[in-house]
């Protein structure tokens, strides 16, 4: 099992930045592929960003791309979500995830993840 708890969501304006944390506990993430979600209010949840376990690949969503990137510090069990050059449509409530075995193609895919957070809400005004 593992546990994991998100942090650092709250009110930006367009075009601020804001980092958001996902500290896990009961495992090392080391050994999951780790992702970021959204979901906006009325809308299905949407992939954000996923870093694939032990040192794998990266995929981002278009949507984000050039804007957000994630990264780990397996010392602190904890995945870090950072957000630059926010939009509008950035809001909604932010997951972090985590998946024991997802492949590369199905890092998008929520259902490819066994853990998730309870989220923390982002938003961003104009």
């Known amino acids: 099992q593992v546990q994991l708890v998100e942090s650092g969501g709250g009110l930006a304006q367009a075009g601020d930045s804001l980092r958001l944390s996902c500290v896990a506990s009961?495992?090392?993430?080391?050994?999951?592929?780790m992702a970021w979600f959204r979901q906006a209010p009325g809308k299905e949840r949407e992939f954000v960003i996923a870093?694939?376990?032990?040192?794998?690949?990266?995929s981002v969503a278009d949507s984000v791309k050039g804007r957000f990137t994630i990264a780990r510090d397996n010392a602190k069990n904890t995945v870090y979500l950072q957000m630059t050059s926010l939009k509008v449509e950035d809001t909604g409530v932010y997951y972090c995830?985590?998946?024991?075995?997802?492949?590369?193609?199905?890092?998008?895919?929520?259902?490819?993840?066994?853990?998730w957070g309870q989220g923390t809400q982002v938003t961003v005004s104009s």
């Open positions: 009961g495992r090392t993430i080391t050994t999951y592929s």
């Open positions: 995830a985590a998946g024991a075995g997802v492949i590369t193609s199905t890092l998008g895919r929520p259902s490819s993840y066994d853990f």
């Open positions: 870093s694939k376990r032990y040192g794998g690949s990266t």
